[in-house]
């Protein structure tokens, strides 16, 4: 099963100064954090806040790939949870058939922002994430405060 996610906010972790693009559903009662890189958060940074660049970003040109050969993003979905790394599926539509690809999560997440594709995470991801928290209680409790008590201004906490 998959839960339907939104992008909550993309901000930097206080311990390790690497971003972080945040995942909540749409009740609020599943947040997924994950990890990611410097260039692939201004990506996802760039999409989220419009700013348009003078050449095409990778992830622009893949857009403007699918777009020229008539295939669609369908949705992207966070399907794995492996030693600590993430795992995503891109799922497009050509000529009727559906073509899964394998992506880097934050590659996805900024395709299905600027494909306006909706993002899924498997309910076991979402529950392996849980208890991998878990175990490493008191190693990141302000991590864990801080993402418990996102609220609006907490967006765009990310900087470029």
Known sequence: MEVEMKIRTLMMDPVTQMPIVVLRDSSGGSILPIWVGVYEANAI??????????????HDLIKTMLLGMDARVDRIVVN??????FFAVIWMEKDGQMIS??????DALAIALRTDSPIFVDETVLLNSRLSASQEK???????RLLENLNEEDFGRYKM
Do not use: F, H, N
């Open 45 to 58: 940074a760039l999409e989220i806040e419009k700013i348009a660049t003078p050449r095409p970003m990778t």
């Open 80 to 85: 794995e949870l492996r030693d600590d790394t």
């Open 101 to 106: 690809i394998d992506a880097r999560p934050s």
């Open 138 to 144: 008191g190693k990141d409790e302000e991590l864990r």
